[in-house]
């Protein structure tokens, strides 16, 4: 059985220019030991998907369908049993390292704080767990770090203290809200390849949140791409870096600016924005963006299952699709000739 | 070659902070740009590259004068801005406009986009006629790639990459000869990132601009670069022509930035694991290293790097290297 079954999972939004569905109809699995990439860009859903999941909605949001870990739905428990196991079995580190952690404390209180409460240890147990863990994230000096505030640490070494609190109960499950995004490359690769190895060590299940495909290339065991609050592709890492089936996934992973291809040619885009939540074109969601849109684009697209057990939301058979438009002429669609 | 445009010879700006408290008032001297010298001609573009805390914004502000460097001089067209009055370098941000990282902060939310697109027009025209105004602003607005009849909504009604346009849009209405681009895109989508570069790039060889391009990922800069100055602590280390810069980097700070770029393919990310990155944070920058600055995180350090400071110089090709070991390391990719 799966560590967390995801069912038919919708989260809407009430605002006052009408109501936004955030998420539709999400149906996905984590298994033991395994990573999911949730992919996707700014408001495609993927983190109001997993706080539905951790039962962290803002007010005006609401959630149906089920999320069933370890047995128990998520979304049907009372608060009290969803505070025992967010923290202790289910884990996240959220995206934003400067903001997650409270300027007044030192990063000592915040690490036995957790451990305190969940595990019931002592407090100098608490400090040596704290410690511990700090070390294993890569912290130098960490007997004397612990006591520090977290203006005293640096963007990647605050992330590091991110990741060593969202371990330091031995969760199951880690989510991870884009753990690197607000971080150089240089730490981002760090942290990247850190939370890669610490799963690893560790056996547990990790859902990773980016907007990046490049990003979780390494790390990754499967990936739900998702857009404008839709799965859209699902497959493993390889059914989707190479074999991607979904035009918005082939744009994604082409619109990644990449060191070993000729520096001459244009970068490849993902024409247009993002659609409107309160404002879907109908059938395809993707439709007004895709290269390859037609007539039957017109229709909802199912999720489709291919051969291989990828499942695509696309009527077209990328394997055997003929209508390949030039690619040259799809730049900048509004661009006039004028120049002042 | 033609004249260069811009001429940034030596350029430093400190920070100085206190600390201890009233009593025991100390000075700390942060050199955030430390002796940068470049050189920009028209119509091209030079990519300045770093992580957070090289300097590079500092860099961008001191060369339009938001920030009065301690030291060096900026030759816009022969004239050293450094030496102008305030209302004499108000003129000259006709020539030189920058666009900002954060879109969406970066604009008012209470105007419009017309109003912020042709807010320079305003300053610095306030007799333009109010028709030929909203002509421009429209246009510009087609130019960048946004609707004209976009023109009275508000930020919060754009995405980030729109907002962005927006930005660009404000920076060139001017007529600019120089835009200088302040990590346009890192705060978008990876999906929204290309089309912005690509947009740039457009308009440069449309309207002839000189760019500089800051970003903190190599494989940003790549497309749109001729030539990459690459900075680490306020110091250059390294400035190529940009096909040299990447099949061959002289500096072993550059080959370590460009092995942490990731790569969107998982076989090839696999084996690039082997190599190993660069380890640990950048050392504090009240108290930088000794010698080399890079040499606490070098893989090639050798003893002369802790004592002697490598100058910036000039190799057989032409490129630019601050390393005491640039001739004898080969670091292709």
Sequence with gaps: ?340 | MSEPVLRVQDLAVNFISHTGGLMRRRERVLRAVNGISFELHPGETIGIVGESGSGKSTLARAILGLIQPNRGRVMWLGENLTELEEEALRQKRKEIQIVFQDPIASLNPRMTAGDIISEPLWTFYPNMARLQVEERTRGMMKMVGLLPNQINRYPHEFSGGQCQRIGIARALVLNPRLVICDEPVSALDVSIQAQIVNLLQDLQKKLGLALIFVAHDLSVVKHISDRVMVMYMGCSMEVSVRDALYHRPLHPYTSALMKSVPIPDPKLAAAARQDSWLTGDMPSPYAPPKGCIFHTRCPYKVKRCEADVPALRRMENGDWVACHRAEELDLSI
């Design chain 1, 1 to 340: 059985m799966a560590l967390l079954e995801v069912t038919d999972l919708q989260v809407q939004f009430e605002t006052p220019e009408g109501v936004v569905e955030a998420v539709t109809g999400m149906d996905f699995c984590v298994e033991t030991g395994e990573t999911l990439a949730i992919v996707g860009e700014s408001g495609a859903g993927k983190s109001q998907l997993v706080m539905a999941i951790m039962g962290l909605l803002a007010e005006n949001g609401s959630a149906s369908g089920r999320a069933d870990f370890k047995g128990q739905d998520l979304m049907q428990i009372s608060p009290r049993q969803l505070n025992n196991i967010r923290g202790r079995e289910i884990a996240m580190i959220f995206q934003d390292p400067m903001t997650s952690l409270n300027p007044f404390l030192t990063i000592e209180k915040q690490m036995t704080e957790v451990v305190m409460h969940h595990q019931g240890l002592r407090k100098h147990e608490a400090r040596a767990h704290a410690v511990e863990m700090l070390r294993a994230v890569r912290i130098p000096d960490p007997e004397e770090r612990v006591k520090q505030y977290p203006h005293e640490y640096s963007g990647g070494m605050r992330q590091r203290v991110m990741i060593a609190m969202g371990l330091l109960c031995e969760p199951d499950l880690l989510i991870a809200d884009e753990p690197s995004t607000a971080l150089d490359v240089t730490v981002q690769a760090q942290i990247t390849q850190l939370v890669g190895e610490l799963r690893e060590k560790s056996h547990m299940s990790m859902i990773l949140i980016t907007h990046d495909l490049a990003v979780v290339a390494e790390i990754c065991d499967r990936i739900i791409v998702m857009y404008a609050g839709e799965m859209v592709e699902t497959g493993t890492v390889d059914d989707i870096f190479y074999h991607p089936r979904h035009p918005y996934t082939q744009g994604l992973l082409e619109s990644v600016p990449r060191l070993d291809r000729p520096s001459d040619d244009e970068l490849h885009t993902i024409p247009g924005n993002p659609p409107n939540l309160l404002d879907l074109p109908s059938g395809c969601r993707f439709r007004d963006r895709c290269i390859r849109s037609r007539e039957i684009c017109r229709e909802k697209p199912p999720l489709q299952i291919r051969e291989d057990g990828c499942m695509s939301r696309c009527f077209i058979d990328m394997d055997n699709d003929e209508f390949l438009p030039d690619r040259g002429d799809k730049g900048e669609e509004n661009a006039g000739e004028d120049s002042p």
